[in-house]
């Protein structure tokens, strides 16, 4: 049973140009989170898709944007490049249900990373 | 709003030693806890969780931690470690129920010493 996959592993850009990173969820996962971990910092939540919608979204700006595709896998995009997006950028996986009725999903499971070095 | 104190950003200790990670949140609503441990150039692994019932939670690796509601904690610990839990550690909280984002304190680095 694979876990959370995630590509590239490391990935070198300049200011001002756009990257895009992936993330497939773990089998029978149909929920993506997209974390980013500055150097030395806990993770910070960029958003959440769920069939293929943004569900809720963090404090970032709009050149970061992403997609959920049919099979729940993700991407992250990022325009216009700063340092400052230099980062561990982490994607998570849950399984959305409900209980008594009401939506919820539970464990978040992370994949291993793309390091993203802006220079 | 959810918020997550780590209180010690380092924690030495020896081989074979306790230990205790300490972890305090704030919420107004109930929530869901979490401890995540960060091996070098890894992503995150869950420990262990607490959902509901009973307050002190078994996780992986001889780690255990307890809910304690009325002081907002929810501490780590394991009563003797090795030299390959020297890792980062990571507290994170949600709010109960739905579908929502986790909040991240920001980390413990624990060190082992031989």
């Known amino acids: 049973d694979a876990g959370v996959t995630q590509s590239p592993t490391h990935l070198i850009k300049t200011r001002g140009q756009q990257v895009t990173l992936r993330c497939s969820p773990k089998?029978?996962?149909?929920?993506v989170s997209w974390y980013q971990q500055a150097l030395g910092q806990g993770p910070q939540f960029i958003f959440q898709y769920y069939e293929e919608e943004e569900r809720q979204r963090g404090n970032f700006p709009d050149r970061f944007s992403g997609h959920q595709f049919p099979n729940y896998s993700s991407e992250l995009n990022v325009n216009a490049l700063l340092l400052g997006d230099s980062a561990l950028y982490l994607c998570a996986s849950s399984l959305a249900g409900t209980s008594g009725g009401a939506a919820t999903q539970e464990t978040q499971y992370f994949g291993p990373g793309t390091r993203l070095l802006v220079l | 709003a959810q918020s997550v104190t780590q209180l010690d950003s380092q924690v030495p200790v020896f081989e074979e030693a306790p230990v205790e990670l300490r972890c305090n949140y704030s919420s107004s609503v109930s929530v869901y806890l979490f401890w995540y441990v960060q091996y070098p150039n890894q992503g995150l692994q869950l420990l262990l969780k607490y959902l509901s019932g009973s307050t002190l939670v078994k996780g992986i690796n001889g780690f255990e931690a307890e809910f304690n509601k009325s002081q907002t904690s929810f501490h780590l610990r394991k009563p003797s470690v090795h030299i390959s839990d020297t890792a980062e550690y990571f507290c994170a909280v949600r709010r109960a129920g739905g579908y929502n984002k986790l909040i991240f304190g920001a980390g413990t680095r624990l060190a082992v010493h031989p």
């Open positions: 089998s029978g996962h149909d929920t």
